[in-house]
């Protein structure tokens, strides 16, 4: 790395941490905590990330929000062994299967037409795939599904 470049890091690292100066000496305990997690940045010489200083992104590689969003699907998963008539009675792998199957189905046929509307369609299973599709998630590998089912199954 030449010096050049190596000062305009230090450089950055010299502005945030000017920015983390006035907010850890507040009487606000917001602003100190701010100005704690800017100081975790500049302290790393910047190896630890805003977003994982600020916990925006988890270490695994994904946003709060999307954990949140997969958190939320996990849950209409295991609701929808619950709407759906006989599905509660399938072991988790057969259970797992029968999702898959009807997600594409639903997928490949309905989807096209349902994806621009405001709310989705009435029955069950589709809703929940709707509301799959519509937060931009998929359904889970079959061996995480089977995890995922098996909770709602017990």
């Not at 050049?4 to 917001?30: F, G, I, M, N, Y």
């Not at 295991?78 to 009675?89: A, E, I």
């Not at 057969?94 to 997928?107: G, H, K, N, V």
Request: include cysteine.
């Amino acid at each position: 790395m030449t010096k050049w470049r190596q000062r305009r890091r230090r450089t950055k690292l010299d502005e945030l941490a000017d920015v983390a100066k006035p907010l850890l000496l507040s009487d606000d305990p917001v602003l100190r905590d701010h100005g704690l997690k800017l100081s975790k940045v500049v302290f790393s010489g910047g190896e630890i990330s805003l977003d994982e200083a600020f916990g925006f992104r988890s270490q695994g590689g994904i946003s709060a929000r999307r954990d949140e969003q997969l958190a939320e699907r996990d849950v209409m998963l295991r609701r929808l062994v619950r709407l759906v008539p006989g599905w509660d009675q399938l072991t988790a792998s057969a259970l797992a299967a029968r999702m898959e199957e009807s997600f594409c189905r639903y997928e490949s046929s309905r989807w096209s037409r349902e994806r621009s509307k405001d709310l989705g369609p009435s029955d069950e299973p589709a809703l929940t795939w709707w509301r799959i599709l519509k937060d931009e998630a998929r359904l889970p590998q079959s061996r995480r599904l089977r995890d995922i089912l098996k909770l709602a199954i017990q």
